[in-house]
C-alpha cells in the first residue's frame, strides 16, 4: 500500500497520461476533480490533527466578500499534516501535476504557503467567485495551479460548501465540486480561472468546511493566461447576478489603482528588478 496515495491512484504516470486530455479540455477552465484519491488512513490521521482554526493565531477574514480562517504557513502543521503536505511539493507529485496539466514550465511549490495550508470555514463563512492573485509575493513566480485536499467526513449535500467553477463572463456555474472528505480538486490558474464557494455555508454549528490549499508556481507562463490590462494582482472578485452587494465591494482597492498608475509610468525593466506586486 502507498503511505499516501490510494491504490486505484497509487501509479501517478499512469493517471496523468489517462485523465490529461480529460483536465485540459475541462471547461470552464482546465481542471479536475478525483475522489478517493489519498490514502484514507494517512488522511485520517491528518483530519485528527486539524485544529480549531477560530482558536488559533491565524489570518481572519470576514467581509461580504470573504469569511473564512487561513492557517500561517507550517505553524499549525501537525507531523502528519507536515510530512503529508511535504509530499504534495515533492519531485514526484510536481512531476505528476506537469503531466495532467500539459505545463510545459518546470513547477514548484511554494515552501512558504502564501495564501494557503490549512482552510476553514465556519457556518454562514463564503468565498465570493474571484481570480487568485497571480504572482508570489516573495519570490516573485508566477501561480499555475492550485490543489485542494478536502477533509469533511460525512458531508451532505445540503451543507452547501460546493467548490463552483464559472464562466469568464460570469453568467453560470459551469461545474462545481461537494467537498467531501478525499477529495482533490484542481485547477490551472489563470486571470480568467473564475471560482470560489459563494453562498454562505449552512452546516450544523459543530461541523466546518476544512481543507488543504497548495499552489504551484513556475518562471514564466503563456501569455493567453494573462490581462494585459492588469499583468500582477492581488485576488479579483467578480460579481454573480443577483449578488446583493454593492458594486464598489468588487472594485480593485485603492492600493491595487496605485499600482496600476505607477506600473503604466514606470519602464517594465525597472518594474521587474523591483519585484513589486
Given amino acids: 500500500m502507498h503511505e499516501y496515495l490510494s491504490e486505484e491512484y497509487a501509479d501517478l504516470k499512469a493517471v496523468a497520461a489517462k485523465f490529461n486530455s480529460e483536465y485540459t479540455r475541462a471547461q470552464p477552465f482546465p ?12 488522511l485520517s490521521r491528518v483530519l485528527e490533527e486539524f485544529p480549531d ?7 481572519r477574514y470576514d467581509d461580504p466578500l470573504q469569511k473564512k480562517l487561513e492557517g500561517k504557513g507550517e505553524s499549525l502543521f501537525g507531523p502528519e499534516t507536515k510530512k503529508f503536505m511535504h509530499y504534495l511539493n515533492s519531485q514526484p507529485f510536481l512531476e505528476f501535476l506537469q503531466a495532467l496539466t500539459g505545463i510545459s514550465e518546470p513547477l514548484l511549490g511554494d515552501p512558504y504557503y502564501v495564501g494557503g495550508g490549512l482552510h476553514e470555514i465556519k457556518k454562514g463563512g463564503l468565498l465570493k467567485i474571484h481570480a487568485d492573485f497571480n504572482k ?15 477533509l469533511n467526513k460525512e458531508w451532505k449535500e445540503e451543507y452547501g460548501g460546493f467548490f463552483e467553477l464559472w464562466d469568464t463572463d460570469m453568467k453560470a456555474c459551469v461545474n462545481k465540486v461537494l467537498p467531501e472528505f478525499n477529495t482533490l480538486a484542481m485547477f490551472s490558474t489563470t486571470d480568467f ?38 499583468e500582477d494582482h492581488n485576488t479579483l472578485f467578480k460579481a454573480r447576478q443577483g449578488d446583493n452587494l454593492d458594486n464598489s465591494a468588487f472594485k480593485p482597492s485603492a492600493k491595487q489603482k496605485v499600482i496600476a498608475i505607477i506600473k503604466d509610468l514606470v519602464p517594465p525593466i525597472i518594474w521587474k528588478v523591483m519585484g513589486r506586486k
Avoid: T, W
Avoid at 53 to 59: A, E, G, I, M, W
Avoid at 136 to 145: A, E, F, G, T, Y
Fill in 193 to 230: 480561472s473564475y471560482h470560489g464557494h459563494p453562498n454562505a455555508l449552512d452546516c450544523p454549528d459543530d461541523r466546518s468546511r476544512k481543507s488543504l490549499a497548495l499552489y504551484y508556481y513556475s518562471n514564466g507562463r503563456p501569455s493567453s493566461e494573462v490581462n494585459q490590462n492588469q
Fill in 136 to 150: 508570489h509575493p516573495k519570490i516573485n513566480l508566477d501561480r499555475r495551479i492550485n490543489v485542494l485536499v478536502y
Fill in 31 to 42: 481542471s479536475g476533480s478525483f475522489k478517493n484519491f489519498f490514502n484514507e488512513e494517512m
Fill in 53 to 59: 482554526l477560530s482558536k488559533k493565531d491565524v489570518n
